[in-house]
């Protein structure tokens, strides 16, 4: 009986122990398992730290400079204006269209709306034309329009041609942007050449001379690009009416219309 109950015991001793070692062996990794998690979250919040402080980067950004403002110019290219020229001459605005003491303005400041359409050169023009061609044919000179109307859309396609051709800058010394030239308004004409050396042949020289007896003008004279906006072209006339073209011939040394009221070509 005793041998027994030493049996019992002994088994009972053994049993403890191998559960009192279990029972310390999983305290022991309890909090390995807790560190392990600790370290897994670790990377998590850093994260989300992270993205926390983006936005604070995206406030840092350096600020733009300022863009310094636009120039003020001038309102060019359909955009004519009523007011006083620096000589004192009231302009006029009429359908779109800028006149000055009556005459009709069209330069690279003052521009003609883009359905103005007269249909050709107007009797204004034509008239006192004809009479200036048969004086001239008394004196033995022989005087033909080579190109007289253009529409808008006839200036817009000569215009792109000789920009395709020369450049803008090139094109713009010789030819007008589209509701910018005269020979839209049906008072503009070219006369026998379009070179710069018909000036000096009699037809060049009996033109100069006496087309401001019969209200012409040689509408851009040499030496006046920086004012008119486009080179000499002793064949372009145009009619302002007999007072205003003696004034602006000057004994044959040409006021332009810009100098004359107080005005600008400039695009």
């Given at each position: 009986m005793k041998k027994k109950l030493l049996i019992i015991l002994s088994i009972l001793i053994v049993v403890g122990g191998v559960y009192f070692t279990w029972t310390k062996t999983q305290k022991k990794?309890?909090?390995?398992?807790?560190?392990?998690?600790?370290?897994?979250?670790?990377?998590?919040?850093?994260?989300?730290?992270?993205?926390?402080?983006?936005?604070?980067?995206?406030?840092?950004?350096?600020?733009?400079?300022?863009?310094?403002?636009?120039?003020?110019?001038?309102?060019?290219?359909?955009?004519?204006?009523?007011?006083?020229?620096?000589?004192?001459?009231?302009?006029?605005?009429?359908?779109?269209?800028?006149?000055?003491?009556?005459?009709?303005?069209?330069?690279?400041?003052?521009?003609?709306?883009?359905?103005?359409?007269?249909g050709g050169l107007l009797n204004d023009f034509l008239?006192?034309?004809?009479?200036?061609?048969?004086?001239?044919?008394?004196?033995?000179?022989?005087?033909?329009?080579?190109?007289?109307?253009?529409?808008?859309?006839?200036?817009?396609?000569?215009?792109?041609?000789y920009v395709d051709r020369d450049g803008k800058e090139a094109a713009d010394r010789y030819s007008a942007r589209p509701g910018h030239s005269e020979h839209q308004t049906g008072l503009a004409a070219d006369i026998n050449s379009l070179y710069q050396s018909w000036g000096e042949t009699a037809e060049g020289i009996w033109l100069n001379t006496h087309c401001a007896d019969y209200g012409f003008i040689i509408r851009y004279p040499q030496g006046k690009e920086s004012i008119t906006g486009y080179m000499y072209e002793p064949w372009h006339i145009r009619y302002v009416g007999k007072d205003l073209a003696q004034k602006l011939y000057n004994n044959g040394d040409w006021i332009t219309l810009e100098e004359y009221f107080g005005i600008t070509s400039q695009y």
């Open positions: 990794e309890e909090p390995k398992e807790e560190t392990s998690e600790k370290q897994e979250e670790t990377p998590k919040e850093t994260e989300k730290e992270e993205e926390k402080e983006e936005p604070k980067e995206e406030e840092v950004q350096p600020e733009e400079p300022e863009q310094p403002e636009e120039p003020i110019v001038e309102p060019s290219r359909h955009t004519n204006y009523p007011g006083t020229t620096s000589k004192g001459y009231t302009v006029e605005v009429i359908d779109g269209i800028a006149y000055i003491n009556g005459i009709l303005i069209a330069n690279k400041t003052y521009s003609l709306p883009s359905d103005y359409y007269p008239n006192p034309y004809y009479e200036m061609q048969a004086a001239a044919s008394n004196d033995g000179i022989s005087l033909e329009i080579i190109s007289g109307f253009r529409s808008y859309d006839d200036q817009d396609w000569i215009y792109n041609n």
